[in-house]
């Protein structure tokens, strides 16, 4: 059974950063696309990262690049999310998933209970 362990997320001021992480059991983590999707109150889930298992490609939404990185550590089973120059925007539940391919697609498979991420004005 898949397990994550997210933490990092909190309050900040716009402009601030924070840094995620998630920590995975309960699969071969090497193998697998990872990454995170956040869904704000009332509004849809985003796509926001993801980083592939086959050659480390990442993905980026729109709205967080050049502001969040991605990256991952097999040794330790865990994928991180550093948020740069966080905006009002940000503010959402952000949830660590995995898809169970090695390159990103579009569907996760499975995915964290999510972590609260608050940025204020």
């Known amino acids: 059974e898949a397990q994550f362990v997210e933490s990092g997320g909190g309050l900040v001021q716009a402009g601030g950063s924070l840094r995620l992480s998630c920590k995975v059991s309960?699969?071969?983590?090497?193998?697998?696309?990872i990454g995170w999707f956040r869904q704000a109150p009332g509004k849809g889930r985003e796509g926001v990262s993801c980083?592939?298992?086959?050659?480390?490609?990442?993905y980026y939404a729109d709205s967080v690049k050049e502001r969040f990185t991605i990256s991952r550590d097999n040794a330790k089973s865990t994928v991180y999310l550093q948020m740069n120059k966080s905006e009002p925007e940000d503010t959402a539940v952000y949830h660590c998933?995995?898809?169970?391919?090695?390159?990103?697609?579009?569907?996760?498979?499975?995915w964290g209970q999510g972590i609260q991420v608050t940025v204020s004005s």
């Open positions: 998933a995995v898809q169970f391919k090695p390159r990103c697609g579009h569907e996760y498979d499975y």
């Open positions: 309960g699969f071969s983590f090497d193998d697998f696309a």
């Open positions: 980083i592939s298992a086959s050659d480390g490609s990442t």
